[in-house]
């Protein structure tokens, strides 16, 4: 199959928003077997803010990348302040009507599978416990030195004994689970090693900079490769992180269908496009949908 040239932007000359496109999601998951892309966008319903307004501009925001992080142990210390705030927020969110509408759909056997690039848990929250988490979880921690993994919750209570008089506040929390927070603050904020060997202490999550472990790709893949066709959800796929999957559908022959308020960059692969918010559509078609789909 030929593909067009990989744009360096969004797509102009692409599907656009309509009416059909709804319907072709509609008509995407009548079957069985259809992989589920989500990203960002799924989880602003419940409070969590994407990276990319509607029009694809990344936000003010600038997330830690994985250089900073291991480079110093100030920038350690301002990634974890900001986020033992921000965690707070992230711990609270509920999963929203799209989360659920996603899990009545691989209930039934019309999603087959569920790749997020998400870091919230909510679809996991929602009863998708299989869901592969593309870029980790921020409910998880990992040394860097002995790869020990535990609970972010035994990791926040470490951190209330260390800092009991951090009395930080974030007007708002970021996608990647941190607040901004002022610079003299941050500075009186004390980090937590690793209990086991005193090592630097991560969120399991891929930071900006970092690669996604391969086996955790490849697994990606299958699953694509396993489904009949590629439903992306609420991703820009501005990075190739999520894009790949777009690019390996497309080349395989699989339709790709793309519900996201705003552009992408897959949208010159797309069969169909749609733009509506995701909690509304999501919930409209399952019910519409009901049921067991027939076998094929």
């Known amino acids: 199959m030929h593909l067009p040239p990989l744009p360096g932007g969004p797509a102009t000359g692409g599907p656009g928003p309509s009416a059909a496109g709804l319907e072709a999601v509609e008509h995407l998951l009548a ?4 992989a589920v892309l989500s990203g960002a966008g799924l989880s602003t319903e419940s409070g969590i ?19 900073e992080f291991v480079a110093s142990e100030e920038g350690r210390r301002r990634y974890w302040a900001r986020s033992h705030v921000g965690w707070q927020a992230i711990a609270r969110a509920e999963p929203n009507a799209g989360h659920r509408a996603v899990e009545e759909l691989r209930r039934s056997g019309r999603v087959s599978a569920v790749i997020t690039q998400n870091v919230d848990g909510l679809h996991r929250a929602a009863g998708t416990v299989d869901a592969v988490e593309l870029h980790g979880g921020l409910d998880r921690v990992i040394c860097l030195g002995c790869r020990r993994t535990s609970g972010r919750a035994e990791l926040d209570r470490r951190l209330h004994t260390l800092n009991g008089a951090f009395r930080g506040t ?34 399991d999550v891929v930071f900006f900079g970092e690669t996604v472990p391969r086996p955790r790709v ?4 299958d699953l694509v490769d396993a489904a ?6 609420g991703s820009s796929l501005t990075v190739m992180s999520g894009l790949r999957f777009v690019l390996h559908a497309a080349r395989t022959g699989k339709p790709v269908v793309i519900v996201n308020q705003g552009p992408t960059r897959g949208d010159a692969y797309a069969t169909a496009k749609v733009s509506l918010p995701l909690g509304a559509a999501l919930t409209a078609l399952a019910e519409r949908l009901g049921g067991v789909p027939p076998a094929p």
């Open 31 to 34: 079957g069985r077997g259809v």
């Open 49 to 67: 803010p994407d990276y990319r307004g509607a029009t694809g501009s990344l936000r003010r925001h600038r997330p830690m990348t994985y250089q």
């Open 170 to 203: 974030g007007s708002k929390v970021n996608p990647d689970g941190d607040v901004e927070l002022p610079a003299a603050l941050v500075e009186t904020f004390r980090i937590a090693p690793c209990g086991e060997c005193g090592g630097v202490l991560k969120p």
């Open 218 to 221: 490849q697994q990606c893949y």
């Open 228 to 233: 009949r066709a590629l439903l992306v959800l």
